[in-house]
């Protein structure tokens, strides 16, 4: 086999891996208390949600999200959520008692057929429009 398109083969596998890979690098979704345990610049703790979730608020499309992540509606707030498949690529960063599910439920601001976002129970202590836990 070529070396060149071995090499080719090889990067094309590394990157298709999972349509959530950089935005969960880059910790959306993860577990968290306060705004400075979510990794990215601009990421804020949604702690209205169970085990709270690093994310961004306020998206007007997915063009504002990191790649892997796409803007929702929920409960009247847009937000960058996870793209997943299946509930296993939402829990990376996730403990088993604060679990996130892959769901189609909520509105797409840029709809696209099919796709799903992780979403963890809400918390009970607030909306999801409390955006932070400084």
Same mark, same amino acid.
């Given at each position: 086999?070529?070396?060149?398109?071995?090499?080719?083969?090889?990067?094309?596998?590394?990157?298709?891996?999972?349509?959530? +890979?950089?935005?969960?690098k880059?910790?959306?979704?993860?577990?968290?208390?306060?705004?400075?345990?979510?990794?990215?610049?601009?990421?804020?703790?949604?702690?209205?949600?169970?085990?709270?979730?690093?994310?961004?608020?306020?998206?007007? &499309?997915?063009?504002?999200?990191?790649?892997?992540?796409?803007?929702?509606?929920?409960?009247?707030?847009?937000?960058?959520?996870?793209?997943?498949?299946?509930?296993?690529?939402?829990?990376? &960063?996730?403990?088993?008692?604060?679990?996130? +599910?892959?769901?189609?439920?909520?509105?797409?601001?840029?709809?696209?057929?099919?796709r799903?976002?992780?979403?963890?129970?809400?918390?009970?202590?607030?909306?999801?429009?409390?955006?932070?836990?400084?």
């Amino acid at each position: 086999m070529n070396k060149t398109l071995l090499v080719l083969g090889i990067a094309i596998l590394g990157v298709g891996g999972g349509c959530s +890979d950089n935005a969960n690098k880059r910790g959306v979704g993860a577990e968290c208390t306060k705004d400075t345990d979510c990794t990215e610049k601009g990421q804020v703790c949604l702690t209205a949600f169970k085990g709270g979730y690093c994310g961004f608020s306020g998206c007007m &499309h997915d063009t504002d999200c990191l790649t892997g992540s796409a803007c929702v509606t929920d409960n009247g707030t847009n937000y960058c959520f996870l793209v997943c498949t299946d509930k296993v690529q939402c829990n990376d &960063h996730r403990t088993a008692a604060n679990e996130s +599910d892959c769901v189609s439920s909520l509105p797409f601001v840029d709809a696209t057929a099919g796709r799903k976002v992780c979403r963890p129970p809400l918390s009970g202590t607030g909306t999801p429009s409390d955006a932070g836990g400084n």
